[in-house]
């Protein structure tokens, strides 16, 4: 006899795909473009089209978690805290908007937020905590390869997704 729902198998079958989605993130931490910039967050950008923004931002949070890890938390563990918890929201809003807008717009919006806005918020974090490596210097340091890094891991999982979507 099969005692487990329809739901329970749809719960499971999500649960499995999010570990495949943060261990393919994993393995994109590892592919380092600079520093803990990576291509770490394409998988959670691709999960909250596929799963939803909740299921890609807990991949975006665990999947900067993971690259941190694997760099040495360069800018240290109560930073790489933050920007896990940004990852998380910015992944969100990522799928929210391409869900309920357009494509185009998702993409814009998270390439702003997961770069300039990134380092922005970042920045008088870093300042406080009497990093050597804060202020306006961390800002130039930052922001060009960031905003990089993020358009890679975005299009790249808008153009999957959209490819997957016409099969």
């Known amino acids: 006899m099969n005692y487990t729902s329809k739901s329970e198998k749809n719960t499971t079958i999500k649960l499995v795909y999010i570990a495949m989605f943060i261990a393919l993130s994993f393995i994109g931490s590892l592919i380092k473009i600079q520093g803990t910039i990576a291509l770490d967050s394409m998988s ?9 923004p909740a299921a890609g931002a807990i991949v975006g949070a665990l999947g900067h978690l993971l690259t941190a890890f694997t760099s040495g938390f360069p800018l240290t563990i109560p930073i790489h805290l933050v920007i ?9 809003i990522f799928g929210y908007l391409y869900k309920k807008y357009n494509g185009l717009l998702a993409n814009v919006v998270a390439i702003l937020l997961n770069g ?43 153009l999957l997704f959209g490819r997957m979507k016409k099969r």
């Open 84 to 92: 896990m918890l940004q990852m998380s929201v910015i992944v969100y």
């Open 44 to 52: 959670a950008f691709f999960a909250s089209l596929y799963l939803g």
């Open 116 to 158: 300039p806005g990134a380092v922005f918020m970042i920045a008088p974090i870093a300042t406080a905590l009497g990093l050597p490596l804060s202020g306006a210097a961390f800002i130039y340091a930052m922001i060009g390869v960031l905003t990089i890094g993020s358009i890679v891991n975005i299009v790249l999982a808008s």
